[in-house]
């Protein structure tokens, strides 16, 4: 790793919680340490760690203070960043392949989009559908990846009034990353498809099940006939 990363800014959260950084960057390298020091955090403190939290480049360690002494819980961070050997295991990251339907019923904003970059709407389906993208984290609302490498050429600004809801599986764009809305929420994304896949199911283990952050993640061109046979098949599933 050529970034500067064993010594993170470390700060408290309430008194359960404690925020690691290690910069402000949304940058692949960056993201994969993060996941990497919270993953063998993970595995170095199994009693008192309730729950450890990455975004792009920090984790959000919660944890019980009755069961986990704050100050050993921060030399068990640094000892983390200190270690140099990169773990191979962790290193594996897998590729989703997620269901598109790109057509007009549920992609309202796909024509602003290809207006404002000049672009045909093939184009941006072309472009869209074409790139492998890598899942930074989940977050905003439950399984909703955040996802990094969108094509310069679909880089769009988010919606002035965001809508009051959006359908459960609304893919979208904003500014220069794109992403999934796994359940019916309000949202500001400029929504170019929809897919069919529940991607969130709180009764599953894992309730997310198609994807986690470090994996790769590309998106398929369906039709509206696909698209309805493979949600009735979810539902059926059910």
Not at 107 to 120: G, K, W
Not at 157 to 181: E, F, H, M, N, W
Request: glycine share 8%; proline share 7%.
């Amino acid at each position: 790793m050529s970034l500067k990363i064993n010594n993170p800014r470390i700060s408290h959260c309430a008194d359960w919680g404690l925020l690691v950084e290690f910069g402000e960057r949304i940058n692949p390298e960056l993201n994969a340490w993060t996941r990497l020091v919270a993953d063998r955090l993970r595995q170095c403190l199994t009693d008192g760690i309730l729950e450890v939290v990455t975004a792009y480049s920090s984790f959000l360690v919660i944890y019980d203070p009755a069961l986990l002494d704050t100050e050993a819980l921060r030399k068990t961070v640094f000892a983390c960043c200190s270690e140099k050997k990169e773990d191979k295991a962790f290193q594996l990251s897998s590729t989703a392949e997620i269901p598109v339907c790109y057509e007009a019923q549920y992609a309202p904003d796909i024509e602003d989009v290809a207006r404002f970059n000049n672009l045909t709407v093939e184009e941006v389906i072309d472009i869209h559908s074409g790139t492998e993208y890598l899942i930074y984290m989940l977050g905003f609302a439950p399984g909703f990846p955040y996802l990094g490498g969108l094509d310069q050429r679909l880089h769009t600004p988010r919606l002035d009034t965001p809508r009051k809801l959006l359908p459960a599986g609304a893919v979208g764009i904003a500014g220069s990353q794109t992403g999934i809305y796994p359940l019916a929420s309000p949202g500001g994304w400029r929504i170019i498809g929809r897919t069919p896949l529940q991607l969130f199911d709180a009764g599953k283990n894992p309730p997310v099940p198609y994807y986690a952050p470090g994996d790769k993640l590309k998106f398929k061109r369906i039709s509206c006939r696909e698209f309805q046979q493979m949600a009735g098949e979810q539902n059926h599933g059910k």
